[in-house]
């Protein structure tokens, strides 16, 4: 007989094409705004134009006359149903529909609904809103101030522009640590705010059927049921009469994570109107109301001997939260993972501090492949990390070299709780090193120097947690972080599987597959994989933070091996000997003394449908839900050279090596595939993305010439490694990639060019490092931010 061979049928290690892909590149998707229902209405947001004002009134009697206009929706009526704020998933309030002041540019003031959408949007702009305009706040500085005027006046008991203050660590030895120190790095620097910008907008369609009292809503959401629960919560409707679909998501990159008023406003007009209302999101609505990334200022200094040991670390951290505290992060922890910071580095002591600003932008902070503020956290990291390298006149490489945690220092306790539990960071950073050329490089670049060109290099290595979480530590509205699979296996032995993650692009379909192949030699192609419909799917919390294949990949292992359980007792019937004697390979139950003799997984499917034994329930179905141990740590090297042109400060980027470990790849090419995304991300970052606001608090970079994102052209290419180090408690081995290259990827860039300035005394240039400000950090010496 031939054994069945994992890759050949799609298994573990597979670069197994995407199936989603026949329809996603021919155009056959079937994104929210594709849905058309029957008697479906249209919905459309009107916006606030300015950034800080009282409302004096609002006329809607224009937008009502039109034809074709069903209804206008004020924040009003929104408040005659206790839906004109609604709590968020960090704790706070978020207006729904504004009804005392606009507290941003973009909120959201009124909506109409019209048999069209073009009425819809002639009706927003028939409405009349008399303003009255408030000095507007623009970062956290303005908001701190002690004469700043109070944006969250509608919050009884604030009396400031603070939105939470966060401690962890230890300040006394910490203190103590920096007074040993023989050097002590300083850096300030700001992660500006970023956009996820997801091809696809935000969108819903509520059909609330008053026959049945059944809600049905088709969203882009990440995390279903997550919605459904919030919206049993919010609108006290019964969970089991809520059905939330996410069907095809053109990306999510976070953007898709939180509630937004324009989902629940849809919701609240089709239950008042008994009908199916779509909302349909545009680009520039999307790229100033919706959760944006980052956005955050740094100060910390590091404790160093001058042997080139950190002896402590300790940083501030403002961030400027917008005008609503509505992160989606499901740790207790107000700013997220943030200490998480230096991780991978052997430090004995840290003290973090923290504190979020009310400001008049739009909210958000968490989001773009950044595991809940842990992007900016190994940004700073490894920004100092050069900074205290440079210092110390020891080279960047061995400076990491002399302070990562070591192999056997496993399971690794870092001062701020979190316990990493595997890794192999020197030979990362080794593979990495010797993949660039590294010491032949060193040679080039003074050579260069001598012919006036400026050549640099940077580094960044890093560990991030991915895979929240575990239920002692990480919840979400009191629901708790596991996620689950359903494995059904029909009679022939093909196999549908549905969990409670959802995919926006990252491939689950295949990949999901591929774990079901590997446990029960089913060929990936013989299993449908379903995400999204919280009426079919088992309860699980979503995808974001990488947290898929860690949490959810983890549960169709283990539904998996439920059903391998139940076809050795078929087998075993079908053999005719005692469960004891019977062995398993790859998708085959043989008879130990006899290995010729048995029988396949597809007949031991028949035969749950067909010939069970006495007594044995049949079918060859089951779930699993899956509350992680730990988190899964994986490990990045990021290497990237840069030429810097001195005369106009432009910078080309001439390499970048990529040594990846994120344990066992289930798919190598869709491990490539996130990784040259998030490759993609942090260079964009790096050199071309900011949302800024001027002094009134107007958004610029609210259309894609103000705003920029990377092009086939412009993007450098990638040079990928990897070296894997399976993680200890996760049933195949595999950690979380989906966000490792974006939150690793950018201080690679940026140590570079600087690297490049390492001569001019320039300490730090913010990102974006634009020509100009390259050029400017050039000619004056001194550090652009
Ligand atoms: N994978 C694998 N082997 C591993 C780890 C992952 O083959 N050891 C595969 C997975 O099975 C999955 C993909 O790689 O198909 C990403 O897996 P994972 O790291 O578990 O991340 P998630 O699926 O949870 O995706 C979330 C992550 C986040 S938080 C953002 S933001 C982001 C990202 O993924 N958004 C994306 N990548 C994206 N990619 C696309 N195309 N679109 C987005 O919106
Ligand atoms: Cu924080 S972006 Mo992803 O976690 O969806």
Redesign the pocket.
């Known amino acids: 007989m031939t054994r069945v061979d994992e890759i050949g049928i799609g298994g573990l290690g597979a670069s197994r094409r995407r199936v989603e892909d026949a329809r996603f590149i021919r155009g056959c998707g079937n994104y929210t705004d594709d849905i058309k229902l029957p008697g479906m209405l249209h919905m459309e947001v009107l916006r606030s134009p300015v950034a800080h004002a009282r409302i004096k009134s609002i006329d809607t009697s224009a937008a009502w006359a039109i034809p074709g206009v069903r209804l206008v929706l004020t924040g009003e009526m929104a408040a005659q149903r206790n839906l004109a704020w609604m709590p968020t998933l960090s704790y706070d309030t978020q207006a729904v529909l504004a009804t005392d002041k606009v507290r941003f540019q973009g909120q959201e003031v009124a909506c109409v609904v019209a048999d069209d959408p073009y009425t819809a949007k002639d009706g927003c702009e028939a409405i009349v809103v008399e303003y009255e305009q408030l000095p507007a706040i623009v970062n956290p500085t303005q908001a701190l101030a002690p004469d700043a005027p109070l944006i969250r006046d509608d919050k009884e008991g604030q009396t400031d522009n603070v939105c939470y203050r966060w401690e962890v660590g230890d300040k006394a030895g910490t203190d103590r640590a920096f007074a040993r120190a023989d050097k002590v790095t300083r850096l300030k620097l700001h992660y500006p705010r970023s956009h ?1 910008s ?1 091809i696809e907008c935000c969108g819903s369609i509520a059909n609330y059927d008053p026959a049945t009292g059944k809600l049905t809503v088709y969203m882009t959401s990440q995390a279903p049921h997550i919605i459904r629960a919030a919206v049993a919560l919010v609108a006290e409707l019964p969970e089991h009469l809520i059905r939330i679909v996410s069907p095809d ?1 053109g ?4 953007n898709k994570v939180p509630v937004y008023p324009g989902y629940v406003c849809s919701i609240l007009c089709s239950i008042l109107l008994g009908k199916p209302v779509k909302w349909t999101e545009d680009k520039s609505g999307n790229l100033i109301s919706t959760g944006f990334a980052r956005d955050m200022y740094f100060d910390g200094e590091l404790a160093l001997r001058e042997d080139g040991r950190i002896l402590a670390l300790r940083f501030h951290a403002d961030t400027d939260q917008g005008a609503f505290f509505s992160d989606a992060q499901p740790s207790k922890f107000k700013i997220g993972l943030v200490h998480s910071a230096f991780a991978c580095y052997d430090i004995p002591v840290g003290h973090i501090t923290a504190r979020g600003a009310y400001t008049n932008k739009a909210p958000g902070g968490v ?5 809940f503020r842990v992007t900016e956290a190994m940004f700073f990291q490894e920004r100092i990390i050069a900074a205290a390298a440079a210092d110390l006149g020891m080279d960047p490489a061995e400076f990491r070299r002399v302070n990562l945690v070591r192999d056997d220092q496993f399971p690794y306790r870092t001062p701020f709780g979190f316990l990493t539990d595997s890794g192999q960071y020197r030979r990362c950073l080794d593979l990495g090193l010797d993949a660039i050329g590294y010491e032949d490089f060193l040679k080039d670049k003074e050579e260069a120097r001598l012919r006036g060109r400026r050549l640099g290099i940077g580094i960044s290595t890093m560990t991030e947690p ?2 929240a979480g575990n239920s002692r530590e990480y919840d979400i509205l009191g629901i708790k972080m596991f996620d689950s699979a359903e494995l059904r296996v029909h009679p022939t032995g093909k196999a549908i599987l549905r969990t409670g ?1 959802k ?6 379909e ?3 597959a591929q774990i079901v192949s590997h446990e029960l030699g089913i060929p990936a192609a013989d299993v449908v994989v379903e995400e999204g419909d919280t009426d079919t799917a088992p309860f699980g919390m979503g ?8 949490v959810a ?1 983890a549960a169709v292992s283990m539904v998996s091996r439920k059903i391998r359980a139940k076809a050795r007792k078929l087998a075993a019937h079908l053999l005719e000997v005692s469960e004891e004697d019977v062995e398993w390979e790859l998708g085959r139950f043989f008879v130990r003394s006899a290995p010729n003799r048995g029988v396949t997984i597809q007949e031991c499917a028949m035969a749950a449908y067909g010939n069970m034994p006495d007594g044995l329930e049949p079918g060859l179905e089951n779930n699993a839900y899956y509350d992680p141990p730990n988190l899964t740590w994986p490990f990045a090297c990021y290497l990237v050279i840069v030429e810097v042109d001195p005369e106009t400060g432009v910078w080309d980027v001439l390499r970048v090596v990529a040594v990846d470990d ?7 090419m ?2 490539e ?2 990784i040259t ?2 490759l993609t991300e942090a260079y964009a970052m790096s050199n071309m993305q900011f949302m800024t606001f001027d002094a009134e608090g107007n958004c610029v970079g609210s259309n894609y010439l103000d705003y920029l994102l990377p092009t086939a052209w412009e993007t450098p290419g990638f040079e990928l490694h990897e070296v894997v180090t399976p993680c200890p408690h996760h049933p195949i081995g ?6 490792c290259a974006a939150v690793g990827g950018p201080a690679a860039f940026v140590n570079a060019v600087l690297d490049a300035l390492s001569d001019t005394g320039v300490r730090n240039i913010d990102m974006p490092l634009l020509p100009d400000r390259v050029w400017e950090a050039i000619t004056t010496g001194r550090d652009v931010s």
Request: hydrophobic share 25%.
């Open positions: 996820p997801p998501i990306g999510g990159f976070g989001a773009y492949r950044c595991s991915l895979g993650a995919s926006q692009g990252q491939g689950h295949t990949t999901w995808t974001y933070a990488s947290r898929s294949t860690p990949g994120c344990g066992v790849r289930i798919n190598p869709i491990v595939g996130q995304g998030g595999a950690k979380g990639v989906g966000e």
